[in-house]
């Protein structure tokens, strides 16, 4: 029996629909990964699939008592609990059990009974089988492995950002270690050394899981089938993720002829019909017009929203667009060394370093976000910055895109607005629906979008390419690169930056810190 079978999944909103009559299965020891454009609906597949959203029509049946583990990246974790307290609230349930094997001896130390002694012996044969006793091993193992040894075991999780966030989440589900676990983009916020060390634990994992992702090389690494989202539908594939992206494009060569052949045919009824419908032909031709209206449509190849960014340009007359001078960042010590660069006019900068080595931290420094804790960075008179920040952070989630925009720039009308979000790829079926309903991809195109109502000559952007699909990166490279002013950009992507910036800055070579193994 499969540990997940979804039949007949519809599933749509306002005049969108996702998909239809979806049929699949998730089988023990299968690694599946989820691939499609940014709004097809691939998050709201894992909503469904959890229980969280209901389909309009299907069923999703869960193989009985399967443990199931999801990456929920909007988690409500109590105020004030550190990352070590969280980190062990993975393992409640065995605490509890000690807790209760502890009150069992102090019960046999008063009345001296016989079988509160054999209970409180099995619950330590349970904890031992569960290795209790290695616990904390088990997490210092995943700090390390996920990068998070510079967080601080006891920082506040209310304080941490997005991507600290999403990384002990991640620890937390690892530990539990679920017999299916699902992960929603889990490489986001990871730097190269962090994505191997999830590979290995993912390869090595003895359950199944799936995972949605853009990452393609890190989904070749990891997974032996593939739920591709498109056209409405969802098609399951056997195979690495290349292989999988072969049989996709074999099917949908195949699809775009029959759909081009069906037109054909359609097109050459409509003018049977049109020519004899009141001629001698009449009869043939409403046999050929009943004929139309039982035939099964073929869909066409494609029906995916493109996102295309344009960022408004305002001219400056000044040739050192900013001056940075032995700035040191940091919050109580430095991060990093020294650090000193200019930016001249038009030029484009990357800064590259795994998660972690301060990078963030040097662009709020720079932007006079953070004081700095030494030294100075100073833009031209003229600059008229415009800045992308990381976190997918709003003041309230249940606002919709349009609020969001409207809230940001009160004198833009409506049509403008909805114009906007349309090129950037957010559709009228996403436009009116609460931040906290879209997923990560089309929340980022809601940010690049507000980016396009401000005009600047120097562009900041920090991971924007975070949650977007390979079509919307391109989109986004292309805009950069026709923009005439600066830019500064920080990705984790080292293919982002080809024929994009004129140098690049590697901060990990200026981190303070221990570098990861």
């Known amino acids: 029996m499969a540990l997940l079978d979804v039949q007949d999944l519809s599933m749509s909103f306002a005049d969108k629909t996702l998909y239809e009559d979806a049929n699949f299965q998730l089988n023990k020891g299968e690694h599946m990964g989820i691939v499609g454009q940014n709004g097809v609906g691939k998050s709201t597949l894992i909503k469904i699939i959890t229980g969280v959203e209901l389909p309009l029509t299907g069923s ?13 990246q909007y988690a409500d974790i109590p105020d004030g609990m550190t990352l070590i307290q969280f980190l062990h609230t993975a393992y409640k349930n065995l605490y509890e059990m000690n807790d209760r094997m502890a009150q069992l001896y102090e019960e046999y130390a008063t009345n001296m009974d016989d079988q509160l002694l054999e209970k409180a ?8 089988a569960n290795d209790f006793y290695d616990i904390q091993t088990k997490i210092e193992q995943v700090i390390t492995g ?3 040894n510079d967080v601080g075991r006891d920082q506040p999780v209310s304080k941490m950002s997005g991507g600290q966030r999403s990384k002990i989440i991640l620890a937390k589900l690892i530990l539990e270690s679920p017999e299916v676990i699902l992960l929603d983009e889990p490489t986001n916020y990871l730097d190269t050394a962090h994505i191997d060390w999830l590979v290995d634990y993912l390869n090595h994992f003895d359950g199944s899981f799936i995972v949605i992702s853009h990452d393609y090389d890190f989904l070749e690494r990891v997974t032996n089938c593939i739920l591709n989202v498109a056209f409405g539908q969802i098609h399951k594939y056997r195979g690495s993720f290349k292989q999988a992206m072969r049989q996709k494009d074999e099917r949908e060569k195949a699809q775009e002829k029959a759909y081009e052949k069906q037109q054909v045919e359609i097109e050459k009824a409509k003018a049977f019909i049109r020519k004899n419908k009141a001629g001698s032909k009449s009869k043939m031709a409403k046999s050929r017009e009943k004929q139309l209206s039982h035939m099964e449509i073929v869909d066409p190849p494609s029906a995916n929203e493109h996102a295309k960014f ?33 930016v001249t006019t038009d030029q484009k900068i990357g800064l590259q370093g795994f998660n972690g080595v301060g990078k963030s931290t040097l662009i709020k420094s720079i932007l ?34 349009m609020q969001i925009v409207q809230e940001r720039f009160p004198k833009l009308e409506q049509r403008e607005i909805r114009t906007k979000l349309a090129k950037c790829g957010i559709g009228p079926d996403n436009v009116a629906k609460p931040m906290n309903d879209l997923s990560g991809g089309e929340q980022t195109k809601v940010k690049l979008a507000m980016m396009e109502f401000v005009p600047s000559n120097f562009l900041i952007m920090d991971e924007p390419t975070n949650h977007l699909d390979d079509e919307t990166k391109d989109a986004l490279k292309r ?14 992507e080292a293919s982002f930056y080809q024929n994009l910036v004129d140098k690049v800055i590697d901060v990990e070579k200026l981190s303070l810190r221990a570098q990861p193994k």
């Not at 012996?121 to 349970?126: P, V």
């Not at 006079?368 to 309230?396: I, R, T």
């Not at 805009?479 to 984790?492: D, M, T």
């Open 60 to 72: 999703i049946k869960w193989q009985n008592g399967v443990s199931i583990g999801y990456l929920d």
């Open 121 to 128: 012996g099995r619950i330590q044969e349970q904890l031992e």
């Open 146 to 148: 996920l990068g998070l």
């Open 310 to 342: 344009d960022f408004p340009y305002v001219d400056t007359g000044s040739q050192n667009a900013l001056s940075v001078d032995h700035l040191s960042v940091g919050y109580t010590k430095p991060l990093l060394q020294p650090v000193t660069f200019s």
């Open 368 to 401: 006079g976000m953070l004081k700095p804790l030494g030294g100075e960075a100073e833009f031209s008179p003229s600059a008229k910055v415009n800045y992308f920040s990381q976190d997918l952070v709003w003041s309230n989630p249940q606002m919709t895109p």
């Open 479 to 492: 805009a950069i690169n026709k923009f005439p002013g600066n830019a500064i950009i920080v990705s984790h």
